[in-house]
């Protein structure tokens, strides 16, 4: 059906719609002209006047219908074409592949498929999804295109549209636009990006303008849609955060013991720490104008979440995420995981040239897109309740779920054919990573991973990880007690100390590329720059593996 559309028919009743309007503004024009029948006066002048302004303002009725069907028929052109030549791609790649897709959207083989591509079972199996997603997105946005062209035109017919005192074209602009669709619920990252795909980019730039809120934080999106989404709901969330922490500070004001004995004291005192993390984020994109916020979420939870990537994640050849740990928080740490993300990515490009690899591009994104562990908050007791969820799995697993989303979702938007992708995990975040690891899906998109300061990753090697043997790695400073300590306990799997991943070094001495590395002696030194650490880190980042120290 989608293929049989004719859009040239389309252009051709565009063409007539404006020559239409064209003529029909002109009359009313002149008309309006005539009307004003300077030095007449009296009563029959002001009935003829009346008349004038009635015919007037039939005029711009008519304009405002004929303008509107001429809207959705300009916007419906623009769609169906879109739509017919991702349909074509789709066909093709289908046929290249020895895929049928049928008009329903099913994917099958075609029946001369060789034996050699039936053989091909997990790449096949990729393949058909792709296509299926694909075809899926297309027909949806096919029907959302059907059925908002009808409304708009059954709207003109029924006489419901009409100019308003708008004056013509400007009603049409407002009443006969085809509306984007709303993103479909539950997606997986493949679904996102195909749901994005399938639209033209006048209905991507009317979500990111009208619904920013659709889009930001959907995984497998183009990262700098996503950005763009994300820094449109700035003003709206800070109006929003302002309006609720007024209402908390009234209830608080009027409560006898000034909200003690209630919850209000407490949501008050994260409500104002959501209002620092938005300003946290607004210094952050100031300062990084080749980021991308890949995540803005200060509603979901207690604390605020957010993903920052510095470089071009849909772009470049390697990719690194880093989820950090205990009482990690946007304002207080979220600044200096983006310093750090970008002297990570300065290095690893560093160790690039210097192997004569000076094409391939690098991106490293801070992940804090969950609720680390915290022993500060507004209560008392939050130092007790952080250390006993930092020995607990609840927030990891949480956790988990949403970063091996986000995995997927960085690989399923890269315009690579198949991206270095890297996991890092700091202290708490490494139990994190390792969980996301472990995702039951299909498999996980993960090339490389490194573990510091870890208290466990719940996993003997890196086959529990669905890595290749050789690419789990762990880092532990001598002067790093505190959690690692966690690990000799096994409370989270084996400790990582002893597990058989490979060890790299965090002890000062000469790097491969004759530098002089600083050693990392404490918890939180493993990512700072000059380090021995932060060297290793730089070379697995950049696919470089041959070139740590251990």
Known sequence: MIREWDTVALEQLEQALSARI??????????????????????????????????????????????????????????????QLEVAALMATADDNAFVVSDAGAVTDAPNSSERRQHESIVR??????????????????????????????????????????????????QGRLSAPAPPQNASPLENRKYWDAMPESQRREILERHPEWVGSSDGLPSAARHQANVNQFDDERVRLTAERDRLQSIVDDAPFGGAFTNDDAALWYTEQKLSDLRTLEQVVAKNPDGRLMLLDLKSGERGMAAFAVGDPDTAEHISVTTPGLNTTIVDSFEGMVGEARSLGDTSVEQLRLQGRHDETVATIAWLGYEPPQTMGPGTFDTVRGMLDVTQSDRAAAGAVKLAAFYEGVNVASRQPDPHLTALGHSYGSYTTGLALQDPGPGQPVDDAVFYGSPGVNADDESDLGLRDGHGYVMEAADDRFVTEVGKTHRFGPDPGTASFEHL??????????????????????????????????????????????
């Open 125 to 174: 199996a990729a393949r058909r999804a792709d296509l299926e997603a694909n075809a899926r997105a297309l027909i949806l946005e096919a029907e959302g295109i059907d059925v908002d062209a009808a409304h708009v035109l059954t709207h003109a017919m029924s006489g419901g549209i009409g100019d308003r005192g708008a004056g013509g074209f400007k009603a049409a602009d407002q």
């Open 505 to 550: 070094s965090v002890d000062e001495g000469m790097s491969p590329d004759g530098i002089f590395r600083d050693g990392a002696l404490g918890h939180s030194e493993y990512p700072h720059r000059g380090t021995m650490s932060e060297y290793n880190m730089s070379a697995i980042v950049a696919g470089l593996p041959e070139r740590v120290v251990r």
């Open 22 to 83: 064209t003529a029909i503004d002109d009359v009313r024009r002149r008309i309006t002209e005539l009307g004003d029948l300077r030095g007449w006066e009296g009563e029959a002048s002001q009935a003829a006047r009346r008349a004038f302004q009635v015919a007037v303002q039939d005029l711009a009725d008519e304009s405002a219908v004929i303008g509107a069907v001429r809207r959705v028929t300009a916007d419906t052109f623009d769609a169906v074409l879109h739509v």
